[in-house]
């Protein structure tokens, strides 16, 4: 029978719970109790044909009415006689329903982050009350989540490292692990003028609030020895920071840029080059090279969707840069090495020339097979010297 139980019941006040309104209730914002529950019973029909059922259901239900009021109705029946059966279900306080689903000590324990929070950063409530079950969560954390708040407003945009913030039992990986919800912390405890509302996200959180931010490195090779900047006698693999690479004036006339180490650092060797090494997505640490925008740029990554989607994104920062081994032709050479792309882009490519988004977009609609990649690494080290020779 589809008739409702105990157990109905405590499904309903756990989804009150996981929604987070049991505990909002806790501050005020929803009148949720008292509250009627949803009640299926039996119909006449079942009444009369299924009696002992109707009469174990009810004993059941008053059985767990520790935490709930049932209100009973009377029902006379031609064969049955009178009878009292549930007909309304009622939760009648906050106290009631979290002592159902055993809630109890949990609501305690945020009621407890509330009060502190009250006492310390009332600032931070309108967070507590969008996101409760989070801050239960974080109890253990809470209380040091106030303090760095509370450190952030007496040193707005402190331009320290994390690791330098001297507040006891904080580290910078603490503050590394907990960094979305500081900076809706922040968002909400500090001045405007001391947010960059132009960063966002996780990388961009020492840039937001004003601490200093580990440098961007760019790693390189000269690829011919006339040019070296070390006076050794050696394959000089140099990784600098962004302020010092974009400092510098090669006199390069070709950069090439490749995804793959190995082929970073076998490259062989080319009159008047450098090669980078990539970093997949994401060209800031080249964006304030000016010097570069004066070069030759080749870009090698791998071809398949991914791959033409950071060849798109590189030229946004270098629109005169040129891909190289990023062609049907190669791709067809080495079918026998092609692998599978586990999540293909699918997004419209804007900076691709007509040749190379064509391909993209016969990788991306599957046309010369199933989510088709070909690694750079996978590529004979022959036809890089050979495509090489040809620019």
């Given at each position: 029978?589809?008739?409702?139980?105990?157990?109905?019941?405590?499904?309903?006040?756990?989804?009150?719970?996981?929604?987070?309104?049991?505990?909002?209730?806790?501050?005020?914002?929803?009148?949720?109790?008292?509250?009627?529950?949803?009640?299926?019973?039996?119909?006449?029909?079942?009444?009369?044909?299924?009696?002992?059922?109707?009469?174990?259901?009810?004993?059941?239900?008053?059985?767990?009415?520790?935490?709930?009021?049932?209100?009973?109705?009377?029902?006379?029946?031609?064969?049955?006689?009178?009878?009292?059966?549930?007909?309304?279900?009622?939760?009648?306080?906050?106290?009631?329903?979290?002592?159902?689903?055993?809630?109890?000590?949990?609501?305690?324990?945020?009621?407890?982050?509330?009060?502190?929070?009250h006492e310390t950063k009332?600032?931070?409530?309108?967070?507590?009350?969008?996101?409760?079950?989070?801050?239960?969560?974080?109890?253990?954390?809470?209380?040091?989540?106030?303090?760095?708040?509370?450190?952030?407003?007496?040193?707005p945009r402190p331009d320290?490292?994390?690791?330098?913030?001297?507040?006891?039992?904080?580290?910078?990986?603490?503050?590394?692990?907990?960094?979305?919800?500081?900076?809706?912390?922040?968002?909400?405890?500090?001045?405007?003028?001391?947010?960059?509302?132009?960063?966002s996200g996780a990388a961009?959180?020492?840039?937001?609030?004003?601490?200093?931010?580990?440098?961007?490195?760019?790693?390189?090779?000269?690829?011919?020895?006339?040019?070296?900047?070390?006076?050794?006698?050696?394959?000089?693999?140099?990784?600098?920071?962004?302020?010092?690479?974009?400092?510098?004036?090669?006199?390069?006339?070709?950069?090439?840029?490749?995804?793959?180490?190995?082929?970073?650092?076998?490259?062989?060797?080319?009159?008047?080059?450098?090669?980078?090494?990539?970093?997949?997505?994401?060209?800031?640490?080249?964006?304030?090279?000016?010097?570069?925008?004066?070069?030759?740029?080749?870009?090698?990554?791998?071809?398949?969707?991914?791959?033409?989607?950071?060849?798109?994104?590189?030229?946004?920062?270098?629109?005169?840069?040129?891909?190289?081994?990023?062609?049907?032709?190669?791709?067809?050479?080495?079918?026998?090495?092609?692998?599978?792309?586990?999540?293909?882009?699918?997004?419209?490519?804007?900076?691709?020339?007509?040749?190379?988004?064509?391909?993209?977009?016969?990788?991306?609609?599957?046309?010369?097979?199933?989510?088709?990649?070909?690694?750079?690494?996978?590529?004979?080290?022959?036809?890089?010297?050979?495509?090489?020779?040809?620019?």
């Open positions: 029978m589809n008739w409702t139980t105990p157990a109905d019941l405590r499904t309903h006040l756990q989804k009150l719970w996981d929604r987070g309104l049991l505990l909002s209730s806790l501050m005020g914002d929803d009148e949720l109790f008292p509250r009627r529950l949803t009640l299926k019973g039996p119909d006449s029909r079942q009444l009369s044909e299924s009696f002992s059922d109707v009469r174990d259901w009810i004993a059941q239900l008053s059985g767990s009415a520790k935490h709930y009021r049932i209100v009973w109705r009377t029902l006379n029946h031609r064969v049955l006689g009178v009878n009292e059966i549930p007909a309304e279900i009622w939760i009648d306080s906050i106290d009631d329903a979290l002592a159902f689903i055993g809630k109890v000590r949990d609501a305690e324990r945020f009621a407890d982050l509330l009060s502190l929070t009332p600032e931070l409530i309108p967070w507590l009350r969008k996101r409760p079950l989070r801050t239960l969560e974080l109890a253990g954390s809470w209380p040091k989540l106030l303090q760095i708040v509370a450190w952030m407003q007496m040193h320290i490292y994390l690791r330098q913030i001297d507040l006891p039992g904080v580290h910078s990986k603490f503050i590394e692990a907990h960094r979305g919800v500081l900076g809706e912390l922040f968002d909400l405890a500090l001045q405007s003028s001391a947010i960059d509302a132009g960063a961009g959180f020492c840039r937001r609030y004003g601490f200093r931010d580990k440098p961007l490195r760019v790693r390189f090779r000269i690829l011919d020895p006339e040019l070296a900047l070390l006076p050794v006698n050696a394959d000089q693999d140099i990784a600098l920071t962004e302020a010092a690479f974009a400092g510098l004036d090669l006199a390069v006339e070709t950069v090439f840029i490749t995804e793959n180490e190995i082929n970073f650092l076998a490259f062989p060797p080319v009159s008047r080059s450098m090669v980078i090494f990539g970093a997949g997505y994401g060209f800031e640490n080249l964006a304030t090279a000016h010097w570069l925008h004066e070069r030759k740029i080749h870009y090698w990554g791998d071809i398949d969707t991914h791959g033409f989607a950071i060849l798109n994104q590189l030229r946004r920062f270098f629109p005169e840069a040129i891909s190289l081994l990023m062609d049907k032709e190669t791709l067809l050479a080495h079918r026998p090495l092609w692998g599978v792309e586990p999540s293909p882009e699918t997004v419209e490519l804007t900076r691709l020339t007509s040749e190379e988004f064509s391909l993209y977009d016969d990788l991306r609609s599957d046309s010369l097979g199933e989510r088709i990649r070909l690694e750079q690494e996978r590529i004979g080290f022959e036809w890089l010297v050979d495509a090489l020779g040809k620019l």
